[in-house]
C-alpha cells in the first residue's frame, strides 16, 4: 500500500495525463499537424514512466521489503520474480 503524500503525488500526475490525453485526442479531432501530436504522445509517455517510477519505488520499500524480511524463501522468490517480470515488460515495451 502506499502512503497518502505517495499515493496523492501519484494521483495529481495521472489527473496531469488524464488532461494531456484529452488534449491529445482534441489535437486529432482538429487535425493538428503530427508532429505535435506526436510531441504530446511522447509527453505523455514520460509522464506514464514516471507513474511507473513511483509506483515501483513504493513496491520496493513496502511489498518487497516486507519478503525480503520474512523468512518465507517463496514470498520472496515470488516478489523477486514479480519485479522482473515488470522489468522485462518496461525492456520490451519502454
Known sequence: MMDEQKKG???SRLNRIEG????????VEEDRYCM???AQTRSVASALRAVE??????????CLAHAMQSSDPGEKQQKIQEVMDVLG??????
Do not use: P, W
Request: hydrophobic share 40%.
Open 20 to 27: 494531456q490525453i484529452r488534449g491529445i485526442r482534441r489535437m
Open 89 to 94: 515488460q518496461m525492456r520490451k515495451y519502454g
Open 9 to 11: 503525488k501519484a494521483v
Open 36 to 38: 505535435d501530436i506526436l
Open 53 to 62: 517510477d513511483l509506483i515501483m519505488e513504493n513496491h520496493m520499500n513496502t
